[in-house]
Protein backbone atom coordinates (compact mmCIF):
# COMPACT_ATOMS: atom_id res chain seq x y z
CA UNK A 1 0.00 0.00 0.00
CA UNK A 2 1.42 3.04 -0.95
CA UNK A 3 1.68 5.68 1.73
CA UNK A 4 -0.42 8.53 0.56
CA UNK A 5 -2.90 7.55 -2.30
CA UNK A 6 -5.44 10.15 -4.34
CA UNK A 7 -7.29 9.36 -6.94
CA UNK A 8 -5.80 11.10 -9.95
CA UNK A 9 -9.48 12.00 -11.71
CA UNK A 10 -9.89 13.87 -13.49
CA UNK A 11 -13.18 14.80 -11.63
CA UNK A 12 -15.64 16.54 -14.21
CA UNK A 13 -17.81 18.79 -12.30
CA UNK A 14 -20.57 21.28 -13.49
CA UNK A 15 -20.10 25.01 -12.00
CA UNK A 16 -22.09 24.87 -9.18
CA UNK A 17 -22.29 20.99 -7.75
CA UNK A 18 -20.66 19.99 -4.60
CA UNK A 19 -17.74 17.44 -5.43
CA UNK A 20 -15.41 15.36 -2.56
CA UNK A 21 -12.96 13.10 -2.84
CA UNK A 22 -10.66 11.24 -0.28
CA UNK A 23 -7.01 10.66 0.61
CA UNK A 24 -5.68 7.86 2.33
CA UNK A 25 -2.62 6.71 3.95
CA UNK A 26 -1.05 4.11 5.45
CA UNK A 27 1.14 5.32 8.63
CA UNK A 28 -1.33 5.11 11.13
CA UNK A 29 1.20 7.05 13.27
CA UNK A 30 0.78 10.13 11.48
CA UNK A 31 -0.39 13.29 12.91
CA UNK A 32 -1.16 16.05 10.58
CA UNK A 33 -2.67 16.68 7.37
CA UNK A 34 -2.99 19.09 4.86
CA UNK A 35 -4.42 19.70 1.90
CA UNK A 36 -3.07 21.82 -1.34
CA UNK A 37 -3.90 23.55 -4.32
CA UNK A 38 -1.71 23.50 -7.28
CA UNK A 39 -2.41 25.28 -10.23
CA UNK A 40 -1.15 24.27 -13.67
CA UNK A 41 2.38 25.01 -13.42
CA UNK A 42 2.56 26.54 -10.44
CA UNK A 43 4.14 25.61 -7.11
CA UNK A 44 1.52 24.27 -4.99
CA UNK A 45 -0.17 26.41 -2.29
CA UNK A 46 -1.85 25.48 1.22
CA UNK A 47 -5.48 25.33 1.09
CA UNK A 48 -6.23 24.23 4.45
CA UNK A 49 -5.13 21.69 7.19
CA UNK A 50 -6.77 18.98 8.42
CA UNK A 51 -7.58 18.76 12.06
CA UNK A 52 -8.99 15.40 13.94
CA UNK A 53 -12.07 17.81 14.93
CA UNK A 54 -12.37 18.55 11.45
CA UNK A 55 -12.62 21.93 9.67
CA UNK A 56 -14.29 24.17 7.79
CA UNK A 57 -13.44 27.16 5.42
CA UNK A 58 -16.20 28.93 3.09
CA UNK A 59 -16.94 26.23 0.69
CA UNK A 60 -14.47 24.17 1.81
CA UNK A 61 -14.50 21.15 4.59
CA UNK A 62 -11.99 18.92 5.61
CA UNK A 63 -12.48 16.01 7.58
CA UNK A 64 -10.03 12.97 9.31
CA UNK A 65 -10.80 10.06 9.95
CA UNK A 66 -8.23 8.03 11.64
CA UNK A 67 -10.02 4.66 12.13
CA UNK A 68 -9.71 4.33 8.00
CA UNK A 69 -7.27 6.39 7.67
CA UNK A 70 -8.36 9.07 5.17
CA UNK A 71 -8.59 12.59 4.85
CA UNK A 72 -11.33 14.27 2.61
CA UNK A 73 -12.12 17.46 1.38
CA UNK A 74 -15.30 18.88 0.34
CA UNK A 75 -16.19 21.80 -1.78
CA UNK A 76 -19.14 23.14 -2.13
CA UNK A 77 -21.12 25.71 -4.85
CA UNK A 78 -17.67 24.86 -7.16
CA UNK A 79 -16.88 27.74 -9.11
CA UNK A 80 -14.78 27.71 -12.42
CA UNK A 81 -11.61 28.75 -10.70
CA UNK A 82 -11.49 25.87 -8.44
CA UNK A 83 -10.47 24.03 -11.40
CA UNK A 84 -6.64 22.83 -9.97
CA UNK A 85 -4.94 19.75 -8.78
CA UNK A 86 -5.70 18.82 -4.61
CA UNK A 87 -2.63 17.66 -2.74
CA UNK A 88 -2.83 15.54 0.00
CA UNK A 89 -0.21 15.71 2.33
CA UNK A 90 0.64 13.58 5.43
CA UNK A 91 3.40 14.14 8.06
CA UNK A 92 4.34 10.81 8.33
CA UNK A 93 5.86 10.60 12.07
CA UNK A 94 8.70 8.31 10.68
CA UNK A 95 11.87 8.74 12.37
CA UNK A 96 12.51 11.08 9.65
CA UNK A 97 9.11 13.03 10.35
CA UNK A 98 9.43 13.30 6.69
CA UNK A 99 5.96 15.04 4.51
CA UNK A 100 4.46 12.19 1.94
CA UNK A 101 2.44 14.12 -0.97
CA UNK A 102 -0.03 12.59 -2.79
CA UNK A 103 0.29 12.79 -6.54
CA UNK A 104 -2.74 15.06 -6.89
CA UNK A 105 -6.67 15.01 -7.46
CA UNK A 106 -7.07 16.86 -10.85
CA UNK A 107 -10.65 19.03 -10.72
CA UNK A 108 -12.12 20.52 -13.73
CA UNK A 109 -15.08 22.45 -13.16
CA UNK A 110 -17.47 22.70 -15.93
CA UNK A 111 -18.95 26.20 -17.10
CA UNK B 1 6.75 11.50 -14.80
CA UNK B 2 9.43 13.53 -13.90
CA UNK B 3 12.73 12.12 -11.32
CA UNK B 4 13.96 14.10 -9.09
CA UNK B 5 16.70 13.62 -6.68
CA UNK B 6 18.32 15.76 -3.61
CA UNK B 7 21.61 15.43 -2.50
CA UNK B 8 22.32 14.95 0.85
CA UNK B 9 19.31 13.48 2.19
CA UNK B 10 20.44 14.40 5.37
CA UNK B 11 23.11 16.74 6.94
CA UNK B 12 24.62 17.43 10.20
CA UNK B 13 27.15 20.42 10.14
CA UNK B 14 28.20 23.01 13.23
CA UNK B 15 26.08 26.54 13.60
CA UNK B 16 28.47 28.99 11.53
CA UNK B 17 28.89 26.57 8.76
CA UNK B 18 27.42 26.68 5.38
CA UNK B 19 25.70 24.03 3.78
CA UNK B 20 25.04 23.21 -0.21
CA UNK B 21 21.89 21.35 -1.28
CA UNK B 22 21.41 20.12 -4.79
CA UNK B 23 18.15 19.47 -6.39
CA UNK B 24 18.62 17.62 -9.59
CA UNK B 25 15.70 16.84 -12.34
CA UNK B 26 16.93 13.92 -13.68
CA UNK B 27 14.62 13.48 -16.62
CA UNK B 28 12.83 17.04 -17.64
CA UNK B 29 14.41 19.73 -18.06
CA UNK B 30 13.28 22.54 -15.72
CA UNK B 31 13.19 26.19 -16.21
CA UNK B 32 11.67 26.57 -12.65
CA UNK B 33 12.56 24.76 -9.64
CA UNK B 34 10.52 25.07 -5.84
CA UNK B 35 12.78 25.25 -2.42
CA UNK B 36 10.61 24.54 0.10
CA UNK B 37 11.40 24.52 4.02
CA UNK B 38 9.36 22.12 6.73
CA UNK B 39 9.62 22.68 10.71
CA UNK B 40 8.29 19.46 12.58
CA UNK B 41 4.78 19.21 12.82
CA UNK B 42 4.72 22.02 10.31
CA UNK B 43 3.33 22.91 6.73
CA UNK B 44 5.21 23.36 3.77
CA UNK B 45 6.35 26.67 3.20
CA UNK B 46 8.01 27.90 0.12
CA UNK B 47 11.09 29.75 0.00
CA UNK B 48 12.08 30.25 -2.88
CA UNK B 49 11.47 30.02 -6.92
CA UNK B 50 14.38 28.80 -9.00
CA UNK B 51 14.60 30.34 -11.78
CA UNK B 52 17.69 29.26 -14.44
CA UNK B 53 19.80 31.66 -16.14
CA UNK B 54 18.19 34.44 -13.90
CA UNK B 55 17.92 35.49 -9.67
CA UNK B 56 15.49 33.43 -7.82
CA UNK B 57 12.31 34.74 -6.41
CA UNK B 58 12.51 34.89 -2.79
CA UNK B 59 9.28 34.29 -0.59
CA UNK B 60 8.28 37.10 1.66
CA UNK B 61 10.80 36.93 4.95
CA UNK B 62 13.43 34.55 3.46
CA UNK B 63 16.65 36.54 3.24
CA UNK B 64 18.18 35.93 0.18
CA UNK B 65 21.74 36.44 1.60
CA UNK B 66 21.25 33.93 3.62
CA UNK B 67 19.62 31.10 1.45
CA UNK B 68 21.56 31.19 -1.93
CA UNK B 69 20.17 29.61 -4.87
CA UNK B 70 21.77 28.99 -7.97
CA UNK B 71 19.92 27.68 -11.05
CA UNK B 72 22.66 26.95 -13.50
CA UNK B 73 21.13 24.40 -15.33
CA UNK B 74 18.00 23.21 -16.86
CA UNK B 75 18.47 19.73 -14.72
CA UNK B 76 20.25 21.54 -11.20
CA UNK B 77 19.11 24.28 -8.80
CA UNK B 78 21.32 24.37 -5.68
CA UNK B 79 20.42 25.80 -2.43
CA UNK B 80 23.26 27.30 -0.21
CA UNK B 81 22.50 27.71 3.47
CA UNK B 82 24.80 30.22 4.71
CA UNK B 83 26.07 30.55 8.37
CA UNK B 84 23.79 28.30 9.48
CA UNK B 85 22.24 28.28 12.74
CA UNK B 86 20.13 25.87 15.03
CA UNK B 87 17.36 27.51 13.77
CA UNK B 88 17.81 26.91 10.37
CA UNK B 89 17.40 22.87 11.30
CA UNK B 90 14.75 21.97 9.54
CA UNK B 91 13.61 19.52 6.28
CA UNK B 92 14.17 21.17 2.91
CA UNK B 93 12.12 20.18 -0.24
CA UNK B 94 12.83 20.96 -4.13
CA UNK B 95 10.26 20.37 -6.88
CA UNK B 96 9.55 20.97 -10.28
CA UNK B 97 6.35 21.76 -11.79
CA UNK B 98 5.00 20.81 -15.15
CA UNK B 99 1.17 20.02 -15.09
CA UNK B 100 2.11 18.12 -11.83
CA UNK B 101 4.34 18.38 -8.90
CA UNK B 102 6.95 16.24 -8.49
CA UNK B 103 9.08 16.82 -5.17
CA UNK B 104 12.66 15.76 -4.14
CA UNK B 105 13.40 13.31 -1.54
CA UNK B 106 14.36 15.91 0.75
CA UNK B 107 16.70 16.74 2.77
CA UNK B 108 17.07 16.77 6.85
CA UNK B 109 19.22 19.61 7.86
CA UNK B 110 20.42 19.70 11.48
CA UNK B 111 22.63 22.59 13.31
CA UNK B 112 24.16 21.71 15.96
Known amino acids: RKEVEQDPGPFNVPEGATVAFNCTYSNSASQSFFWYRQDCRKEPKLLMS???SGNEDGRFTAQLNRASQYISLLIRDSKLSDSATYLC????????????FGKGTRLHILP | GAVVSQHPSRVICKSGTSVKIECRSL??????MFWYRQFPKKSLMLMAT?????????EQGVEKDKFLINHASLTLSTLTVTSAHPEDSSFYIC????????FGPGTRLTVL
Open chain 2, 27 to 32: DFQATT
Open chain 1, 89 to 100: VVNAMNRDDKII
Open chain 2, 95 to 102: SVAYNEQF
Open chain 2, 50 to 58: SNEGSKATY
Open chain 1, 50 to 52: VYS
